[in-house]
């Protein structure tokens, strides 16, 4: 089925490891972005992509990088993770930046920094 | 981009119409009204937008209103699927931060 597809869907790390969210679209579309969710509370963006070789900052971009080699592909990587990055993560896409067809999401990576 | 107020919770009968209000206020001419719900464990899930007319999709209506400071979603006929945190976000999409700005969303409770 077409959409957003996100691996893994549970992910326990210790403080300090590194790791990567990995997220991959089929619809060719050119915006991908990374939200996480704390609870109770609303999705917060960490980082986007307007297309392949093209990424920029969003609201908490503190502890996480992107790379976008593909149209496809969008992988979030902690390089040293901390309990506060503990959350459930979204990788979402559109087919524009402006979003106006909707977005879609994926089903999320629950992360737990221990 | 502009703030929107919803309600923490509502609650409604299965095979009722619902009508979940937002409140904006602060809307400016070139923001979009999105609705996005969220159902339990899962990502958010587009539903319907608007700038000024309402629309409607198979999914759900939405009733602008006319100076634009309020929307309404209209779940036409609930189901117990329908029970989901649903947000309304304003979104221009000529500017602005980037991405949608989430808030806290309407909880909507479904009775069978």
């Known amino acids: 089925n077409a959409g957003v597809t996100q691996t893994p869907k549970f992910q326990v790390l210790k403080t300090g490891q590194s790791m990567t969210l990995q997220c991959a679209q089929d619809?060719?579309?050119?915006?991908m972005s990374w939200y996480r969710q704390d609870p109770g509370m609303g999705l917060r963006l960490i980082h986007y992509s307007v297309g392949a070789g093209i990424t920029d900052q969003g609201e908490v971009p503190n502890g996480y990088n992107v790379s976008r080699s593909t149209t496809e592909d969008f992988p979030l990587r902690l390089l040293s993770a901390a309990p506060s990055q503990t959350s459930v993560y979204f990788c979402a896409s559109s087919y524009s930046r402006a979003g106006g067809l909707g977005y879609t999401f994926g089903s999320g990576t629950r992360l737990t920094v221990v | 981009d502009a703030k929107t107020t919803q309600p923490n919770s509502m609650e409604s009968n299965e095979e009722e119409p619902v009508h979940l209000p937002c409140n904006h206020s602060t809307i400016s001419g070139t923001d979009y009204i999105h609705w996005y719900r969220q159902l339990p464990s899962q990502g958010p899930e587009y539903v319907i937008h608007?700038?000024?007319s309402n629309v409607n999709n198979r999914m759900a209506s939405l009733a602008i209103a006319e100076d634009r400071k309020s929307s309404t979603l209209i779940l036409h006929r609930a189901t117990l699927r329908d029970a989901a945190v649903y947000y309304c976000i304003l979104r221009d999409p000529g500017g602005g931060a980037d991405g949608l700005t989430f808030g806290k969303g309407t909880h909507l409770i479904i009775q069978p």
């Open positions: 619809m060719n579309h050119e915006y």
């Open positions: 608007g700038l000024t």
